[in-house]
């Protein structure tokens, strides 16, 4: 794999981004993006029985990146469309 995977056996991790549920014993599925200057550029946080749609995840990182470019992107932007002015 070309990435880091990381575990949070203790749950100190799920606790400090406020997605741990203390009386479950387990954390909400959370999604935070967050740039290499530590700014938080996307937040989802949904319900244990709530699934992801892993290529919608993978468009806001990159339209994330585009906007951290300078670069304004529209609603439904897809990699490869053109960008607001």
């Known amino acids: 794999m070309n ?43 949904s319900d244990l029985g709530a699934g992801r749609d892993v290529d919608a995840i993978v468009n806001i990182l990159k339209a994330a990146q585009q906007a951290k470019a300078g670069k304004l992107v529209p609603a439904n932007w897809k990699e490869g469309n053109s960008f607001l002015n």
């Not at 990435?3 to 056996?9: G, I």
């Not at 530590?38 to 989802?44: D, P």
């Open 3 to 45: 990435f880091p995977l990381a575990s949070d056996l203790t749950h100190e991790v799920s606790k400090n981004y406020g997605v741990y549920i203390e009386d479950f014993g387990a954390a909400q599925r959370g999604i935070f993006i967050i740039d290499d200057e530590s700014i938080i550029r996307y937040v989802s946080v």
